[in-house]
């Protein structure tokens, strides 16, 4: 569920993170196992983070259809960016 926009974002830190991990080795076969433990570490949280979030965000019910609307309107900004600044922050 395209719910967080964070596709193509995980593809470009993909490519970096094999990209530096491939180019520091020998063993391709290793790295690349270490490579998968790295990024599954990485975005499992993400994908639970968007499966949630698709699930609030196409739902039928009327009450979450109000709450959905208003949500942004009156949730303060701040909380807002940080809840998503893990995703907008990585370093690897």
């Known amino acids: 569920v395209p719910a967080l926009g964070q596709g193509a974002c995980q593809a470009i830190e993909d490519g ?21 433990a790295k990024r599954i570490e990485r975005t499992a949280p993400i994908v639970k983070r968007a499966r949630m979030q698709g699930k609030l965000m196409q739902g039928d019910n009327a009450v979450m259809d109000v709450v959905r609307a208003n949500f942004f309107r009156f949730a303060p900004k701040k909380q807002v960016l940080k809840g998503f600044q893990e995703f907008l922050t990585y370093e690897g």
Do not use: N, P
Not at 16 to 36: C, H, Q
């Open 16 to 36: 970096v993170i094999l990209g530096k991990m491939l180019g520091a080795s020998e063993d391709d076969a290793a790295t690349l196992r270490a490579y998968e």
